[in-house]
């Protein structure tokens, strides 16, 4: 597992992390989204985003069967994840409500 990876989800600040794939439609949706989601929060929060097809050993380990999944970390610790697409406000409650924000 890539230690930069390790590093960016041990972070204080919530980490959303985006499993995409660049065939899949859903993902191409939730892109525009999350980007609103980080203009909205903006230094809250840190999203990236992983290519299941270039990252399958990272995929794999956190069980990612289906693309979008997202998943938020916070302090190296997985606080939800979910696959498929949400509305930016979904997201941001969600964010809020799981992390200590």
Do not use: H
Request: proline fraction near 4%.
């Amino acid at each position: 597992m890539s230690t930069s990876f390790n590093s960016i989800i041990n972070s204080e600040k919530p980490v959303l992390v985006d499993f995409f794939a660049t065939w899949c439609g859903p993902c191409k949706m939730l892109g525009p989204i999350l980007k609103e989601v980080k203009d909205n929060l903006g230094d809250r929060i840190s999203i990236i985003k992983i290519d299941v097809d270039k990252n399958q050993q990272l995929a794999s380990v956190y069980q990612v069967r289906g693309v979008p999944t997202m998943i938020l970390f916070q302090n190296g610790k997985q606080l939800w994840r979910q696959s498929g697409v949400l509305e930016k406000s979904a997201i941001i409650e969600i964010i809020l409500e799981k992390s200590n924000e």
